[in-house]
């Protein structure tokens, strides 16, 4: 079945660090891609989203580039902040809105 | 913007007692929501799907029996973990599809924490 596989964490990073968080995928046909965030007490919120091969989706900062070749959906961010410290989740659209998550990625950023 | 309410955010209960666990749409309609487990340190598993004015569908290996589903209206689904046991601890969190900006986004709630003593 589809499944999505996303790096272990947490990742712990300097303030403006350069972030990247692995995201790889397995499905059939062609899926759309997201990622999703969990603050702390809250619940997940969409971060950014792709729905075809070489889409780039961004917001605040982040983007991440749909790449079929590779199967992959990196996450990435040029300047971290102490507020990004957060959950990310990889995520794929399989059928009717149904989405199937990766294990969740924690950062952890440091002033 | 969409907002789904869960309610309780967190719950303690006795083995072998039931627990409901509410999911509201807030200024959405929604004929369908999603109900999600997760595991400490895991990804969010989909329980079931639940249908307005229909039963659920439940994902393969998910005991309907034991995770009931309601939902009573467009605003509100219903998941009642039935003779709770400690091994049904676990966060709870359910979505619904709304059209916004010309495209369908899920909103999530902010979940609810189940502990089974």
């Known amino acids: 079945g589809d499944s999505v596989t996303q790096m272990e964490g947490p990742v712990t990073l300097s303030e403006e660090a350069f972030l990247t968080i692995n995201c790889t995928y397995t499905a059939t046909g062609y899926p759309s891609l997201f990622w999703y965030v969990q603050y702390p007490g809250e619940g997940l919120q969409l971060l950014l989203k792709a729905t075809k091969a070489d889409d780039k989706g961004s917001n605040k900062g982040f983007e991440a580039t749909y790449r079929k070749e590779t199967t992959s959906f990196h996450l990435e961010k040029g300047s971290v902040q102490v507020s990004d410290s957060a959950v990310y989740f990889c995520a794929l659209r399989s059928g009717f809105q149904k989405l199937v998550f990766g294990t969740g990625t924690r950062l952890l950023v440091s002033p | 913007g969409a907002v789904v309410s869960q309610h309780p955010s967190r719950v303690i209960c006795k083995s072998g007692t039931s627990v409901k666990i509410e999911c509201r749409s807030l200024?959405?309609?929604?004929?369908?929501m999603f109900w999600y487990r997760q595991f400490p340190k895991q990804s969010l598993m989909l329980m079931a799907t639940s249908n307005e004015g229909s039963k659920a569908t439940y994902e393969q290996g998910v005991e309907k029996d034991k995770f009931l589903i309601n939902h009573a209206s467009l605003t509100l689904s219903t998941l009642t973990v039935t003779s709770a046991h400690p091994e049904d601890s676990s966060f709870y969190i359910c979505?619904?599809?709304?059209?916004?900006?010309?495209?369908?986004?899920?909103?999530f709630g902010a979940g609810s924490r189940l502990t089974v003593l």
């Open positions: 200024d959405f309609q929604a004929t369908t």
């Open positions: 979505s619904a599809p709304h059209h916004g900006g010309g495209a369908n986004v899920l909103t």
